[in-house]
């Protein structure tokens, strides 16, 4: 990748997980739009192909893919398959999370590890064997949240996974960037997505950011120039009050 440019997306290969709605849909859409080839990862078929179609429809270059980010035998085959049919891979967009909403006493361990496998082990299985594909230039970027800052009550697995997430990024940031691949964390405020909207239909809406906006922010470490490596970004609504 002697010619790679780094502050252009065109013609780059991006896996987003849980590119099927909310933040996932909107970093494909974005992505796409400045030129990159997205592969549109999601466990909901119907919805990958949704967001891919719309990319293609709109002139991009999408391809959908379904898979479920616990499951390591599909990651290594959704990777190889990305690769085949986009002919390399460039970067990973860990996005793909789930929160169980639940004081400690009620919540059922096998909600624990759901959570611990989506939101910790598969952004590990993502980078572990999506280091077999990149090359120097490669990139992984790992959507974080400020509950990885902070803390509020039932809401334990999600916190201990968002926090170790972030170390998990920066132990790679370490590890990997002898090799020429950057690690990131995008560490996004509340956004209008399903993700919350779902779980709290009285929540202000007016308090949480657009995803578009985190989007932007994905797209903006993605673009740095060779020498330059983003470790971590916070992204905040300016209305939300929770945060200093």
């Given at each position: 990748?002697?010619?790679?440019?780094?502050?252009?997306?065109?013609?780059?290969?991006?896996?987003?997980?849980?590119?099927?709605?909310?933040?996932?849909?909107?970093?494909?859409?974005l992505?796409?739009?400045?030129g990159?080839?997205?592969?549109?990862?999601?466990?909901?078929?119907?919805?990958?192909?949704?967001v891919?179609?719309?990319?293609?429809?709109?002139?991009?270059?999408?391809?959908?893919?379904?898979?479920?980010?616990?499951?390591?035998q599909?990651?290594?085959?959704v990777?190889q398959?990305?690769?085949?049919?986009c002919?390399?891979?460039?970067?990973?967009?860990?996005?793909?999370?789930?929160?169980?909403?639940?004081?400690?006493?009620?919540?059922?361990?096998?909600?624990?590890?759901?959570?611990l496998?989506?939101?910790?082990?598969?952004?590990?299985?993502?980078?572990?064997?999506?280091?077999?594909?990149?090359?120097?230039?490669?990139?992984?970027?790992?959507?974080?949240?400020?509950?990885?800052?902070?803390?509020?009550?039932?809401a334990?697995?999600?916190?201990?996974?968002?926090?170790?997430?972030?170390?998990?990024?920066?132990a790679?940031h370490?590890?990997?960037?002898?090799?020429?691949?950057?690690?990131?964390?995008?560490i996004?405020?509340?956004?209008?997505?399903?993700?919350?909207?779902?779980?709290?239909?009285?929540?202000?809406v007016?308090?949480?950011?657009?995803?578009?906006?985190?989007?932007?922010?994905?797209?903006?470490?993605l673009?740095?120039?060779?020498?330059?490596?983003?470790?971590?970004?916070?992204?905040?609504?300016?209305?939300?009050?929770?945060?200093?």
């Amino acid at each position: 990748m002697d010619a790679y440019d780094y502050e252009s997306l065109a013609d780059r290969v991006i896996l987003v997980t849980g590119g099927g709605r909310g933040l996932g849909a909107a970093i494909c859409k974005l992505l796409a739009q400045e030129g990159a080839q997205v592969a549109v990862v999601d466990v909901n078929r119907i919805s990958s192909s949704k967001v891919a179609d719309e990319i293609n429809q709109a002139g991009g270059a999408a391809h959908a893919f379904t898979m479920d980010v616990t499951d390591e035998q599909a990651i290594i085959e959704v990777l190889q398959r990305t690769v085949d049919q986009c002919g390399r891979l460039d970067a990973i967009v860990n996005n793909a999370g789930v929160d169980v909403t639940i004081g400690i006493r009620e919540m059922e361990t096998s909600d624990w590890h759901r959570v611990l496998a989506t939101n910790l082990t598969g952004p590990f299985l993502l980078a572990k064997h999506g280091l077999a594909h990149m090359s120097s230039g490669g990139h992984i970027v790992n959507i974080a949240s400020t509950a990885a800052r902070r803390a509020w009550p039932n809401a334990s697995a999600y916190h201990a996974s968002k926090w170790g997430l972030m170390g998990l990024t920066h132990a790679l940031h370490a590890e990997l960037r002898g090799m020429g691949i950057k690690v990131s964390a995008v560490i996004a405020g509340g956004m209008r997505t399903p993700f919350l909207l779902d779980r709290f239909p009285d929540i202000d809406v007016d308090l949480l950011q657009d995803p578009d906006n985190v989007a932007r922010a994905v797209k903006f470490v993605l673009t740095q120039p060779a020498q330059t490596v983003i470790p971590e970004v916070m992204v905040l609504p300016m209305k939300e009050t929770s945060w200093p």
